[in-house]
């Protein structure tokens, strides 16, 4: 499988004999390459000279002064945000311990979103050993990574939305297919691969994986009549993949098995608990559960249900010990999913622990 997502940085952490993530000084040169911190053209003297100290010694300390000699402010902020995780971080210890962290923190999140997204790549990284399939792989791009959901004659397709929206762009030229397109020039566009056993192996070979559609359509069962019904599974299913990533997420950061299935509906009379993976789909499951009205255009953003169950009840609020958890993933009203895999961390029933 190789570096597969290089920006994680996954290379450049080592493994504690707990399983926890500790950064080094090389990961955190990688963080100072990213495009919020490395040294552009116009960078200014007094930047350019805290970018090389920095680089040369990632942990040491940064004064007020020598940021608010820094000529950008944009540079200003980001240098403050990049510090403030750098040193939340190093006081957690590893990247798991600082990313549960941070969503329990009675004053919410104080950590910019990119370097949220940062730890939980490099978790996801950590999960998907080598029995992971590409599907899989494809599929925790999400817990990191905007989608982009296209429906089109019963196909529910992901795409990643910065790359989708980059081609949309330049038609995958670059800068010259972005000079076509404002000129009103046609240009032969890249046709994006649905993610399939026929091309995974060129998954994990190409550099261009972001260009990979993720099918997330749910499994179809007909009625034959007679109480005989006929399942017509789908091996490679999005859906399926991305439950088991969220399985192994609950399991690595919460100590919890759970097994999580796809869902069309629910018919649940006691249904209990529930949690959304995304803003939208929480929103939607909690007018769903008190029985209110929903209006078909949001039901139809609706990509998918999903129901959690505890292998252990036991591990359960003893109140809704043995029901299960239904999930929901949507996409908003311009198609955009966020999936907050936080939301499994911090939403679940957990029984009180000693």
């Not at 805290?50 to 000529?71: F, G, I, K, M, T």
């Not at 081609?167 to 890249?190: K, V």
């Not at 005989?228 to 100590?255: C, D, N, P």
Request: glycine share 8%.
């Amino acid at each position: 499988m190789g570096d597969f997502w290089p920006h994680a940085g996954y290379v450049d952490l080592t493994v504690d004999d707990d399983g926890g993530l500790l950064p080094g000084d090389a990961w955190w040169r990688r963080v100072l390459q990213r495009p919020e911190l490395a040294l552009v053209d116009e960078s200014c003297a007094a930047e350019r000279a805290l970018h090389e100290r920095l680089v040369d010694s990632p942990r040491r300390e940064v004064s007020p002064q020598e940021l608010a000699a820094l000529a950008d402010p944009d540079a200003r902020d980001n240098y403050r945000a990049f510090l403030a995780f750098r040193d939340r971080l190093l006081e957690a210890g590893t990247v798991q311990a600082c990313y549960l962290a941070m969503f329990r923190a009675p004053g919410g999140v104080d950590v910019a979103p990119v370097f949220v997204d940062l730890l939980a790549q490099a978790i996801c990284r950590h999960l998907l050993d080598d029995s992971a399939t590409a599907f899989e792989a494809r599929a925790a791009e999400m817990l990191f990574r905007p989608q982009r959901v296209m429906r089109d004659d019963g196909q529910v397709l992901a795409g990643d939305r910065e790359r989708l929206d980059l081609l949309n762009q330049t038609g995958g030229f670059g800068e010259l297919g972005r000079l076509l397109a404002q000129a009103q020039a046609s240009w032969r566009r890249i046709e994006l691969r649905v993610l399939s056993a026929d091309n995974e192996v060129e998954y994990w070979a190409s550099g261009q994986r972001h260009e990979f559609l993720l099918d997330l359509r749910h499994e179809v069962t007909q009625d034959l009549g007679h109480g005989v019904q006929f399942t017509l599974a789908r091996a490679h299913s999005g859906l399926a993949a991305l439950s088991r990533v969220l399985e192994r997420w609950v399991a690595h950061l919460l100590g919890v098995k759970v097994a999580i299935e796809p869902l069309q509906r629910i018919d649940d009379a006691q249904w209990r608990w529930h949690t959304g993976l995304d803003a939208v789909s929480s929103s939607l499951l909690n007018d769903l559960y008190r029985g209110e009205a929903v209006e078909p255009g949001r039901l139809q953003q609706l990509v998918s249900l999903f129901r959690l169950r505890f292998d252990d009840p036991q591990q359960m609020r003893r109140d809704v010990a043995g029901r299960p958890v239904y999930l929901g993933l949507a996409s908003d009203a311009d198609g955009v999913l966020r999936l907050k895999p936080q939301n499994l961390l911090t939403n679940l029933p957990l029984a009180p622990r000693a």
